[in-house]
């Protein structure tokens, strides 16, 4: 079967079980199959793809209603590709916003230190740490599970130091030019209506307690020691959170405090200073 052939029956599988993006996924599952990006199907859609039994039970997987980013088991983020799957958080693209946002600021730092809390796959503060290369950055994390693919994905970034900690206990590394997390912000009453392929991520790592704040808490309470005096600090937040955030920051005597939108126009990230 060339891959043309074998994304048309991708697209009738998946449509036929009632998967969304049935035409996008396929897609993806094929191009990565074959060894190509995506933007390249169409100069080789018609060569042989010979692993139809793997191609198969991916598709199973999809209908099944797995991520399709755990099913292929790395995901593109900001300028790279990280390693994902059970037991990680999915990185999203508007975390690639936040993301950016750090990178300019810590670009105007000389050799700065920074935090990513509540790290998951790495994709914030590894992606930080190839753009700034002058940073050293620390990836906090909790997760066994997720640690695994955070080391992983930290391999050949000489300027990662990976922590397995709970941010409950803040680091006895002090003097942090900038903490940035995107943390677990939903509210527990809602964990159980997310769609069921956003069921699959592990909740802990969605789970913000019954309003949704109780990581914000802890960092602004918990880890304001470790940040220098001017330091810099940056969340991202559901869309409806700006004001609640912001006042958790502000009377941790956070100042110069910011809500920023993302390119869809949603509340996103919330920037603050020591």
């Not at 039970?57 to 790279?80: A, C, H, T």
């Amino acid at each position: 079967m060339i891959l043309s052939e074998a994304y048309n029956y991708g697209v009738y599988f998946l449509s036929a079980n009632g998967v969304d993006e049935a035409d996008f996924k396929s897609l993806c599952l094929c191009c990565h199959l074959a060894g190509i990006k995506n933007n390249e199907y169409e100069i080789h859609k018609n060569k042989d793809l010979i692993l139809m039994k793997k191609f198969a039970d991916m598709l199973w997987r999809i209908k099944n209603g797995e991520p399709l980013q755990y099913v292929i088991g790395r995901w593109d983020f900001y300028e790279s590709e990280f390693y994902v799957g059970k037991g990680v958080l999915i990185p999203r693209p508007e975390t690639e916003e936040l993301t950016a946002l750090v990178i300019d600021n810590a670009k105007k730092m000389d050799s700065p230190v920074i935090f990513d809390l509540c790290s998951g796959s790495g994709c914030i503060g590894i992606s930080i740490a190839k753009a700034v290369p002058s940073a050293m950055v620390y990836c906090v994390e909790k997760s066994e599970k997720a640690l695994s693919y955070l080391l992983k994905n930290a391999e050949g970034v000489p300027n990662v130091r990976v922590v397995n900690s709970d941010i409950n206990c803040p680091s006895d590394i002090k003097n942090a030019d900038i903490i940035v997390s995107n943390p677990p912000y939903i509210k527990s009453s809602e964990i159980g209506s997310l769609q069921s392929e956003v069921q699959h991520e592990p909740s802990m790592a969605l789970d913000g307690g019954a309003d949704g704040l109780d990581f914000y808490r802890i960092i602004a309470k918990k880890w304001s020691g470790n940040l220098k005096e001017n330091g810099m600090l940056f969340l991202e937040i559901g869309e409806d959170q700006g004001n609640e955030v912001s006042v958790i920051l502000e009377n941790s005597g956070f100042k110069k405090i910011e809500v920023i939108k993302d390119i869809y126009g949603n509340n996103r990230m919330v920037k603050s200073v020591k």
